[in-house]
């Protein structure tokens, strides 16, 4: 028996269906959120490697590395790759349009819904300057609201986990993922047999 190569994984992966259900409520589905947000307490400009939606060293530096842990929308991981708009609210220091984040990881602090990248953190901000004061402030109050994620220059990506194990195991992370719509399940299914 050979083991199924890489590539024929991603093979099969194209062949994957991905149901999606509609994210947004009924109701106010574009109205900013207010909660807190802080960033995680390294040097690092960018997310982190060790991320719990398992995206690895790919989730620090998606989007730029605008990236976030979520509290409650992490959803078990549903969230994850979801994107929000994200603006703190002093209006002495804080931009209108804020920052686009993508969900990478799960985490709380002190009753926040985003744990930023301190890139995105700092880029909330309207100067460098302000983004200074922001950072010395550590958490502050910012409202949100789902976007859709966007990224011109790449389609939906199955990555395969490093540690899958033909015929044991099989692990993925799913990259790139478009739009405002979550993806609850993927369905997979054999289209030739690889003997
Ligand atoms: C994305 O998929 C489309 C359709 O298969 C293809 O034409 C396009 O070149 C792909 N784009 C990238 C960046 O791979």
Not at 7 to 21: D, E, H, K, V
Not at 28 to 42: H, V
Not at 162 to 189: H, M, R
Request: proline share 2%; net charge negative; charged share 15%.
């Amino acid at each position: 028996m050979t083991a199924l190569s890489l590539q024929s994984l991603l093979f099969l992966s194209a062949t994957l269906l991905l149901i999606q259900s509609l994210a947004e409520a009924a109701t106010c589905s574009n109205c900013f959120i207010q909660s807190r947000a802080a960033y995680y307490p390294n040097s690092d400009e960018q997310g982190t490697d060790t991320g719990a939606c398992g995206y690895g060293s790919f989730g620090a530096t998606l989007n730029g590395g605008d990236v976030s842990a979520a509290s409650d929308l992490y959803r078990s991981g549903v969230g994850c790759g979801a994107c929000y708009q994200v603006r703190c609210t002093n209006s002495e220091y804080c931009s209108d349009r804020g920052i686009r984040v993508v969900i990478t990881d799960q985490g709380s602090s002190d009753n926040t819904d985003f744990i930023l990248s301190r890139g995105a953190f700092g880029r909330m901000a309207q100067t460098t300057d302000a983004a200074a004061c922001l950072l010395a402030l550590g958490i502050v109050a910012i409202e949100y609201r789902r976007v859709s994620c966007s990224y011109p220059y790449n389609n939906i990506t199955i990555k395969i986990d490093e540690n899958s194990n033909f015929p044991y195991y099989l692990a993925f992370a799913i990259w790139y993922q478009q739009g405002k719509k979550d993806i609850t399940a993927v369905q997979l299914c054999e289209t030739q047999n690889f003997e």
